[in-house]
């Protein structure tokens, strides 16, 4: 999926201002690292029961991880599935909005990332590292 694809559908949930943080790979794809095949979201307990009461589908990944699924979104109410736990608040205070939709920081998906280990993650760390050295 690429950055418009993103916004385009995280857009037509039409989820509350700072009830929700678009995480995991997609702000990556924001700002241009890479292509993402799935949305993320860390959502509010109000937001998380809404969107389970209108058919989202709770699925099972780990002890501590189960989203609600729906077409290309997984969202979760905690993220507390590795040693990087960050809350909604946390991670909207640290974010960055792109037409009106709020992304956790490149740091703090990095953090995530580092915290986690899988083979995806190490390539996305090498991602994320390059893409800040040309920031700075």
Same mark, same amino acid.
């Given at each position: 999926? =690429?950055?418009?694809? =993103?916004?385009?559908?995280?857009? *037509?949930?039409?989820?509350?201002?700072?009830?929700?943080?678009?995480?995991? *790979?997609? $702000?990556?794809?924001?700002?241009?690292?890479?292509?993402?095949?799935?949305?993320?979201?860390?959502?509010?307990?109000?937001?998380?029961?809404?969107?389970?009461?209108?058919?989202?589908?709770?699925?099972?990944?780990?002890?501590?991880? =189960? $989203?609600?699924?729906?077409?290309?979104?997984?969202?979760?109410?905690?993220?507390?599935?590795?040693?990087?736990?960050? =809350?909604?608040?946390?991670?909207?205070?640290?974010?960055?909005?792109?037409?009106?939709?709020?992304?956790?920081?490149?740091?703090?998906?990095?953090?995530?990332?580092? *915290?986690?280990?899988? $083979?995806?993650?190490? *390539?996305?760390?090498?991602?994320?590292?390059?893409?800040?050295?040309?920031?700075?």
């Amino acid at each position: 999926m =690429t950055k418009e694809d =993103t916004i385009k559908k995280v857009k *037509a949930l039409n989820l509350p201002k700072d009830s929700y943080i678009v995480f995991g *790979a997609c $702000p990556l794809t924001i700002v241009g690292l890479r292509e993402t095949k799935d949305i993320d979201l860390l959502v509010s307990q109000e937001v998380y029961k809404r969107l389970e009461n209108t058919g989202w589908k709770k699925v099972y990944k780990g002890p501590n991880d =189960t $989203p609600l699924v729906y077409d290309v979104f997984e969202a979760h109410n905690k993220w507390n599935f590795s040693s990087y736990n960050p =809350t909604l608040t946390e991670l909207l205070a640290n974010g960055f909005d792109v037409d009106n939709i709020s992304f956790a920081s490149i740091s703090d998906v990095r953090k995530w990332k580092v *915290a986690s280990g899988r $083979p995806k993650d190490i *390539a996305d760390i090498k991602l994320i590292d390059d893409y800040f050295k040309k920031q700075f």
